[in-house]
């Protein structure tokens, strides 16, 4: 991660897609589609440096925004709160590459309340500590810190800094190479050190962690057995796939090329991710004959041409209210702003298209309960966070039944006449405002897409509306036969009925 702000003037955020015909294809077999329009809906702002976002899976929506000095604050849907969930600056080495990184929610958190977080101390060394929240859900104990794993840094960048819970309720741990140019100490590659992995560590069974037996160096002489990946330069941000399980790895490179890594869920862990003797598909150190056919390399890379520096990686979508962005693994410059997608056809080949080209210093992705992602802007005093949306094309898909203003006492079947383009998939949604913000759809609640033009809402969908209430409808659209990025429509018509 680079940290210091740009000198672009934000002012009123004006956001530009880039048409099809002149969107950058980076990966590798792919050919260039149509876009979605990317639309950036600012959330929160007057924010200290923001550098990480997530939630606490309790249910609560709220979104947790880990400020670089040592705070983490709360955006609760309609403002960010007051007082801070966590404050530790005394605490913290904030500056560059350092400060407080991220905040990863235990997955038993509704139940134990156990948080942790990844912060640069005052030697300038990695901490991971465990807090618990107080009797004010909106609170952490400040006095309640578990220190999990210190680790000694040799320079003062590269800490790496993503914390995630994986799929196994293991905790993961982002470490760079130790810092200064071209890992002198070629930490990366020696299993002896944390430095330059993504570790994986068990604090479900006593304090500090155990290691998990099924870790990879378990039992090779000499290696740290926490490590579960290795040949990483500063692995800023990784998350997993909501849906899959799958893991997507962005590394910072060095001067010339940033890279994004993949990782199948169920694939065998302690691969090679190939720093310093690679730097993204190059060969870096030594300069000729740097892969012996074991590394793994990226899915995507883009060079430092056009004033690019620092490779942000994001999240896929896995949310419900935007379908044309399902599928699309979102990662970011952090010196241009610009935003790719990223898509995997059916034989394994990877596409990245530019979507946006923003004015932001885009520093962390999110993701919220639902599947929801944002992005944040590093600035002090003027940091924000803003929502990833997609723009609708409104179409001419006609609602047919049932009648607007119908009363019901029995489910109703939809249907409606498509419009004359090429869509084949559909979803019905469902809103008590004309408005739409929709609270059941069969996409997104029954992750069905209906490949006709009608439907037949079964009686428990029927049973959960409430009695005697009014809800409006309409019907979305998709070619399912286009890859992703799949355009969405959506009828202009919003009809509504009366349940009895």
């Not at 020696?190 to 160096?217: D, E, H, M």
């Not at 899959?244 to 869920?265: K, Y």
């Not at 489910?411 to 084949?424: E, K, L, M, Q, Y």
Request: hydrophobic content about 40%.
């Amino acid at each position: 991660m680079h940290v210091s702000a740009r000198g672009r003037a934000i002012g009123k955020l004006r956001m530009t897609a880039l048409a099809a015909g002149v969107a950058l294809v980076l990966g590798a077999g792919g050919t260039t589609q149509a876009a979605p329009v990317l639309d950036l809906q600012l959330v929160a702002t007057s924010l200290a440096n923001p550098v990480a976002i997530t939630h606490a899976g309790d249910g609560s929506g709220r979104l947790f925004i880990t400020l670089q000095d040592g705070r983490i604050v709360i955006f609760n849907g309609t403002q960010v709160l007051a007082t801070p969930f966590l404050d530790i600056r005394p605490l913290v080495l904030s500056g560059g590459e350092r400060g407080l990184l991220s905040t990863a929610f235990h997955p038993n958190y509704e139940a134990n309340g156990f948080f942790f977080v990844d912060y640069t101390n005052l030697n300038g060394d990695t901490v991971i500590a465990r807090y618990s929240v107080s009797a004010n859900p909106n609170v952490g104990d400040p006095n309640s810190a578990v220190i999990i794993l210190a680790i000694d840094q040799p320079f003062v960048n590269h800490n790496g800094g993503q914390l995630q819970f994986g799929p196994n309720g293991f905790l993961y741990i982002g470490m760079g190479d130790g810092g200064g140019t071209g890992d002198p100490d070629d930490n990366a590659q020696n299993l002896g050190t944390l430095l330059g992995k993504i570790l994986r560590i068990n604090v479900n069974r006593g304090l500090p962690y155990t290691i998990p037996a099924n870790n990879p160096f378990v039992t090779t002489p000499g290696a740290r057995g926490e490590i579960w990946a290795y040949g990483f330069r500063n692995p800023w941000r990784f998350s997993f796939d909501r849906l899959t399980n799958d893991l997507f790895i962005a590394d910072v490179g060095q001067n010339m090329w940033e890279e994004v890594n993949f990782h199948e869920f169920g694939r065998v862990t302690g691969e090679n991710y190939g720093w310093r003797l690679m730097e993204g598909n190059h060969c870096f150190n030594p300069s000729t004959n740097c892969n012996d056919g074991t590394l793994i390399l990226p899915i995507a890379e883009y060079s430092h041409e056009a004033g690019r520096c620092s490779v942000t990686g994001g999240y896929r979508y896995g949310g419900s209210q935007f379908p044309a962005l399902d599928g699309i693994y979102f990662y970011a410059d952090f010196c241009t702003g610009e935003i790719w997608g990223a898509t995997m056809d059916g034989v394994g080949d990877w596409t990245s298209t530019l979507l946006l080209d923003s004015p932001l210093a885009i520093s962390t992705f999110g993701e919220d309960e639902s599947g929801e992602l944002y992005v944040a802007h590093l600035s002090n005093p003027d940091g924000a966070i803003y929502r990833i949306g997609a723009t609708e094309t409104f179409s001419s898909i006609t609602l047919t039944a049932p009648a607007n203003g119908f009363i019901l006492t029995s489910p109703p079947t939809f249907v409606w006449s498509p419009d004359a383009g090429t869509n084949n998939g559909y979803a019905v949604e469902l809103s008590y405002s004309p408005s739409f913000s929709s609270f059941w759809s069969t996409y997104a609640n029954l992750r069905l897409t209906i490949d006709t033009t009608s439907w037949a809402m079964p009686a428990s969908v029927f049973q959960r509306i409430e009695s005697n209430r009014q809800v409006f409808w309409r019907v979305r659209g998709v070619d399912l036969d286009q890859p992703p990025p799949r355009t969405i429509i959506t009828s202009s018509e919003v009809r509504s009925f009366f349940k009895q």
